[in-house]
């Protein structure tokens, strides 16, 4: 259910009708929704209607609750709200893994979209996001001076929260070292020739 808390005026300033930046609002989380959980990012992680599913569930996430949310208290809501999401994806589809990872794209791309920030606060939440885990952002990790003890990567179905910590801690330490907050991380380790820090020829 989503929050009673109304938008602020900033977004979509061209529009001074209050209704319809609340649908612009929701019709843009819904394409936020569709692009974070795209056939390559869901594939072989579950049955026919997983990725519908996935998409309705962030399509319909309570972004002026999350917004909200303490820092402090944000581990504790982002358990909650994946162990939400895991009972809303259909029998076999039913992984803790890929419903952290779907829900933290999502929120990462949330706080990448201008109109979402304008909206609602999210600013304090930066340090607090976690990076989406994939097989790209753990070797990633464990090439870092702070990941030489990290587990070797095995699927993202198979990832539990334990192990999902050690990453996130390992993120959290190795970005803290570069100068930027750990979600940021992604944008190194995806396909990524070049990373801040580092020379070049």
């Not at 909200?68 to 809501?77: G, I």
Request: glycine share 6%.
């Amino acid at each position: 259910m989503r929050s009673e808390s109304k938008p602020r005026d900033v977004p979509f300033p061209q529009c001074a009708d209050r209704h319809v930046k609340n649908v612009l609002l929701q019709l843009l989380q819904r394409r936020v929704a569709s692009i974070a959980v795209g056939p390559s990012t869901a594939r072989r992680m579950g049955p026919a209607g997983t990725i519908r599913a996935a998409r309705s569930f962030l399509a319909n996430l309570d972004l002026p609750g999350l917004s909200s949310v303490a820092a402090a208290d944000y581990p504790c809501f982002l358990d909650h709200i994946t162990d939400d999401f895991v009972r809303a994806l259909p029998h076999g589809a039913r992984f803790w893994g890929s419903a952290r990872k779907f829900l933290n794209i999502f929120l990462r791309d949330v706080f990448y979209t201008r109109q979402f920030c304008e909206a609602w606060p999210f600013s304090h939440l930066e340090a607090a996001l976690e990076v989406p885990l994939d097989s790209h952002v753990a070797l990633g990790l464990g090439s870092e001076p702070e990941g030489k003890l990290l587990p070797g990567w095995q699927t993202i179905i198979g990832l539990k929260a334990p192990v999902s910590a050690r990453f996130q801690n390992v993120a959290a330490a190795v970005a803290q070292r570069r100068g930027f907050a750990r979600v940021h991380l992604d944008l190194l380790y995806w396909r990524s020739e070049t990373r801040p820090n580092e020379k070049t020829d």
